[in-house]
T-cell receptor
Framework: AQSVTQLGSHVSVSEGALVLLRCNYS??????LFWYVQYPNQGLQLLLK??????LVKGINGFEAEFKKSETSFHLTKPSAHMSDAAEYFC???????????????FGQGTILTVHP | EAQVTQNPRYLITVTGKKLTVTCSQN?????MSWYRQDPGLGLRQIYY???????DKGDVPEGYKVSRKEKRNFPLILESPSPNQTSLYFC????????????????FGPGTRLLVL
C-alpha cells in the first residue's frame, strides 16, 4: 500500500533562510509524486510533480524537489524563504493503475510553514 | 478559465438534515474525487468516479453518497449529517489516471467548510 510521511508538522524559518520540507513515501512501484500548497482559506494548488525522467523537478515560486529512489524521499526546498511562502504544504503519491486505489492521491499529514521577518 | 468549482463554500447545518455539496469541472476530466481534510490527518479520499455512472468508495466513505450522471458534475451527498462529518471538503478532477505524466495531475476546487451542530 502507498503511504506518505511528512517529517515535522510545523517548520519555522526566517525570511531569506533555506526552506526544507521533508517527505518520505512507500510504494511498491515507481511512484508519481506531488507537492501541493494550501494558502489560508484557499484550496490546494499544485507546486510541482515528479512523474518520470529528471529527478530534480522545479516548480512555481522558486521551489524544487528531488526524487531519491534509494532514500524513498521527495523533499521540497527553496533557497530563500519569503513571507508569502507561509502556508501548509502537502506531499502526495499517486496510486498506479491496476489496484483498487487506482488514481487516488495519498497525502501526507501536511507541514505548516511559518516565515518570520 | 479551467477550474473546479464547489458550492457552497461554507455551510452550517444541524444533525440529520440532508445536504448536498456540488462540484463541477470544465476541463472534460473523466476522473473526479472527493476528499476531506482534517487537522493532522491530511486529506483522505471519500469517493471517486472514473467516469459517468462509475463510482467507488475511497478510504472514508461512511455517511456519504455520490452520483455521476454527467461528466462535469460530481455532487457529494450527506443524507444524515453528524458532528463527526464537520470538516473541510475538497473536490478534485483529472484525466483518466492510467495516462502518464501531466494527465495524472489532479486539480482541486476551493473547498467547502462544513460545520454540523
Amino acid at each position: 500500500a502507498q503511504s506518505v510521511t511528512q517529517l515535522g508538522s510545523h517548520v519555522s524559518v526566517s525570511e531569506g533562510a533555506l526552506v526544507l520540507l521533508r517527505c518520505n513515501y512507500s510504494s511498491s512501484v515507481p511512484p508519481y509524486l506531488f507537492w501541493y500548497v494550501q494558502y489560508p482559506n484557499q484550496g490546494l494548488q499544485l507546486l510541482l510533480k515528479y512523474t518520470t525522467g529528471a529527478t530534480l523537478v522545479k516548480g512555481i515560486n522558486g521551489f524544487e524537489a528531488e526524487f531519491k529512489k534509494s532514500e524513498t524521499s521527495f523533499h521540497l526546498t527553496k533557497p530563500s524563504a519569503h513571507m508569502s511562502d507561509a502556508a501548509e504544504y502537502f506531499c502526495a503519491v499517486s496510486h498506479p493503475p491496476g489496484g483498487t486505489s487506482y488514481g487516488k492521491l495519498t497525502f501526507g499529514q501536511g507541514t505548516i510553514l511559518t516565515v518570520h521577518p | 478559465e479551467a477550474q473546479v468549482t464547489q458550492n457552497p463554500r461554507y455551510l452550517i447545518t444541524v444533525t440529520g438534515k440532508k445536504l448536498t455539496v456540488t462540484c463541477s469541472q470544465n476541463m472534460n476530466h473523466e476522473y473526479m474525487s472527493w476528499y476531506r481534510q482534517d487537522p493532522g490527518l491530511g486529506l483522505r479520499q471519500i469517493y471517486y468516479s472514473m467516469n459517468v455512472e462509475v463510482t467507488d468508495k475511497g478510504d472514508v466513505p461512511e455517511g456519504y453518497k455520490v452520483s455521476r450522471k454527467e461528466k462535469r458534475n460530481f455532487p457529494l451527498i450527506l443524507e444524515s449529517p453528524s458532528p463527526n462529518q464537520t470538516s473541510l471538503y475538497f473536490c478534485a478532477s483529472s484525466f483518466t489516471p492510467g495516462l502518464a505524466g501531466d494527465k495524472r495531475t489532479q486539480y482541486f476546487g476551493p473547498g467547502t467548510r462544513l460545520l454540523v451542530l
